[in-house]
C-alpha cells in the first residue's frame, strides 16, 4: 500500500481541512495516510472524527510550522523541523512515497527540491495545473509558479515532464503540446518564446507551436508550456474571473422575485457547475522534476481538495512518472535534432 | 462636433458592423463620423440604413485592406492606400480627431504610430484596457499587447499613461496604480518587475506596489500595469474562461426539465450579466501614448462595439489626456525622485 505524508499545518484552514481530507482519503482509497504536525493538536482533531481510530492513519510530529509570510529561503534555512520539511524528509527516507501541502507554496517548492532532490536531468522542477477545457478533457498548464524567469531550455524540459504528465496521470495516448504566446504565428511572442520554438520543435513529442491564452479553455492543446510568471498570472486571472462571474451571476439573479423562482428551480445546476469550475476537483499542482512526488494544493484548500491531492499524489506515486521524465530528458539530449539547434 | 474616422473594412464583421455601428453613433451622439474603406461596398451598406443620408455620416475611399495575415511591417511597407492608413491619415491631417478600427492590431498599432505620430516623450505607446471589477469601478490594465519585451522605464511610462487615462476618463480623482506580479511583497515577481519597483516608485502617482493576477478582478488597484505579452495573455484567458463558463452553465442548466424552468425564468438575469463581462460595452481599447486618438476593438466587434468605440473615442479626444501624459512625463523625468534612481 501507498504512504502519503500530508503537511497538516499548511493550509489556512489546517489542521482541520487537512485531518478531513486524510480521513476521506483513508476510508475511501487504498493508501496510507502520515498527518505531519504538532502531535498534540492532530490527535485532538483526528479523535473527532468517528472511527478513525481504526483507519490507516499515522501522526509523526513536527515542533514547528512555516507560515504564509516566511520567505522559502528562511523557511529552508531556520525552520528544520517545520511540517513541510519532516513530510518531505518521509519521502526522502522512502517511509512516504509522496507528500502533500496546502501551505506556503515557495517553501513548499524550496524544500522538497532540496530534501527530496530533483530527477536525473532536470534543470528546474516546474508546477504544473490541470485546467478544465470545452472539449471535456484537462489541460495541463506547465510552469504555473516555480520559476519565474526562465531560458528556452528550460521551457523545453516543462514540455516534456508536461507530455509524460499528461501521458500517465490522463491517460492521454499523444498529448498537443503548445507554447503559450500572444498569437499563433510563430514570429509572435516575445524573446523567449520566439528562442524556444527552435528548440521545441527537437523534441520527440507533439510539438503544435504557439496557443494563446484563451486556449487554455478551449482545449486546442493538452499540454501548454510557459514561464512560471506568466503561468501564474493566468492561473490568478482566471480564479479571480471566477469570483467575479459567481458574485455577479449571484447579483442579477437576486434582482427580482420571478428570478429568485429561476435561481431556486437552476440551484443543481449551478452546484454541477461550480463544481466544474472548481479547482480543488483537480487534486492540487504537482511539482514535476522533484524526486518522490509533492503535490502543492491552493491555500484555500478544504478537505475535499486534500483528498483529491492525496489521491492523486498516490496515482502519481503508483506511476513511473519520474522514470519517464529522466529517460525522456536523457534520450532527447543525445538526439542530433537537439545537437543542431544548441 | 469631433469628427471620428472609422476603418470599416477592419473587422470579421466588417463593413456591416462598422457602417451599423457609425449610424448608432452618428444618431445618439454629438459625433460626426467618416467610414473609411471601398467607397461601392460603403455606400451600398450605408444605404441600408433608412434615413443614413441625413445622418452626419461621410464616407472616404480606400482602394486597399489588411487583412488578419498580414504582418504589422508589411502592412504599413507595402499596403499605402489601406483603410486604417487613410483612417489615420485623416486624424493627423486634423479632418478627424481620432479613429476605430477592429482590424489586425498589430498594423493598426503601427500604422498609428507612424502616421499620427508619438506624443512627446513618450518611448513607445501601450494598449490599455479597461476590466469589470468586483467594486464595480472599471480597472485599466496597460499594456495589454502592444510591446512584449518592455524596460522598467517603459512600465513606468505606462503607468503615468495608464494613471491620466483612468484620471480623465474614468473620472478616478487618485486612481491607485499596481504593477502586476506573482505575490504582493516587492521581492516576489521576475527580472522586470523586480528592477521596475524602484522606479514606479519615483512616479508622482499613487503607486501602491505588487498586485496579483487576481486583483485584475477584485477592484483592489483601479490602474495596473505590465508589459504587452503577460497582459495580453491575461486578456485572453480571461476571453476564453467566459466562453467556457457560459458554455458550462447552458450544459448545466440544460440537463433537466426543472432547471430549463428555471433557466427561462432567470433568464434576464443572464442577459444582464452577459452585458456585464461583454468586453463590447467597455468600448475597445485605446492605444494611449500617439498622437490624435485610436481605439483598437476586438476582430469580432459587432455594431453595439463600434458604437461604443466611437463614444470612447470622441469622449478622449474632447478630453486633454494626450497633453496630461506629455506634462506628466516631463515633469516625472525632471524630478529629483528619478534622478536618484537612473
Redesign the interface.
Known amino acids: 500500500m501507498l504512504t502519503i505524508a500530508v503537511d497538516a499545518m499548511g493550509g489556512d484552514n489546517a489542521p482541520r481541512a487537512e485531518v478531513e481530507g486524510a480521513v476521506r482519503a483513508a476510508r475511501t482509497l487504498d493508501t496510507q495516510v502520515i498527518l505531519v504536525g504538532r502531535k498534540e493538536i492532530l490527535e485532538k482533531e483526528l479523535a473527532q472524527h468517528e472511527g478513525s481510530d481504526s483507519l490507516p492513519i499515522r501522526i509523526e510530529h513536527a515542533s514547528e510550522q512555516v507560515t504564509m509570510e516566511d520567505?522559502a529561503a528562511r523557511a529552508v534555512r531556520t525552520k528544520r523541523d517545520s511540517s513541510i520539511r519532516v513530510a518531505s524528509r518521509l519521502v526522502r527516507d522512502g517511509i512516504a512515497q509522496g507528500v502533500v501541502s496546502a501551505g506556503n507554496t515557495g517553501a513548499i517548492m524550496a524544500t522538497a527540491k532540496m530534501v527530496q532532490g530533483v530527477v536525473p536531468g532536470v534543470d528546474r522542477p516546474a508546477l504544473a495545473s490541470a485546467f478544465?477545457?470545452?472539449k471535456g478533457t484537462p489541460v495541463v498548464v506547465i510552469d504555473v509558479?516555480a520559476n519565474?524567469?526562465c531560458t528556452p531550455r528550460m521551457l523545453a524540459q516543462f514540455a516534456v515532464m508536461g507530455d509524460i504528465y499528461a501521458r500517465v496521470i490522463f491517460r492521454n495516448p499523444n498529448p498537443r503540446v503548445g507554447l503559450?504566446?500572444?498569437g499563433e504565428e510563430e514570429?509572435k511572442?516575445?524573446?523567449l518564446t520566439r528562442s524556444a520554438t527552435p528548440l521545441l520543435k527537437t523534441l520527440p513529442l507533439n510539438f503544435i507551436g504557439n496557443v494563446?491564452?484563451?486556449?487554455?479553455?478551449?482545449g486546442a492543446a493538452d499540454v501548454i508550456v510557459?514561464?512560471?510568471?506568466?503561468g501564474?498570472?493566468?492561473?490568478?486571472?482566471?480564479?479571480?474571473?471566477?469570483?467575479?462571474?459567481k458574485?455577479?451571476?449571484k447579483e442579477?439573479?437576486e434582482?427580482?422575485i420571478?428570478?429568485k423562482?429561476?435561481?431556486?428551480?437552476?440551484?443543481?445546476?449551478?452546484t454541477?457547475?461550480k463544481k466544474?469550475?472548481d479547482y480543488s476537483e483537480y487534486g492540487g499542482a504537482p511539482l514535476l522534476g522533484v524526486k518522490g512526488v509533492a503535490i502543492i494544493c491552493h491555500g484555500r484548500s478544504n478537505a475535499n481538495a486534500i483528498k483529491n491531492a492525496i489521491r492523486v499524489a498516490a496515482e502519481f506515486a503508483g506511476s513511473n512518472v519520474n522514470r519517464r521524465i529522466e529517460n525522456g530528458l536523457k534520450e532527447w539530449s543525445a538526439s542530433k535534432a537537439v545537437a543542431k539547434v544548441l
Not at 510557459?226 to 506568466?230: A, E, L, S
Not at 423562482?261 to 449551478?270: P, Q, R, T
Request: net charge negative.
Open positions: 520567505s478544465p477545457t470545452m509558479g519565474v524567469d503559450l504566446s500572444i514570429h511572442g516575445n524573446e494563446e491564452g484563451r486556449d487554455i479553455y478551449t510557459c514561464d512560471g510568471f506568466i501564474n498570472v493566468a492561473l490568478k486571472v482566471s480564479e479571480g474571473l471566477v469570483e467575479i462571474i458574485f455577479m451571476l442579477s439573479l434582482a427580482t420571478t428570478r423562482i429561476g435561481y431556486v428551480l437552476s440551484k443543481a445546476a449551478f454541477d457547475f466544474r469550475v
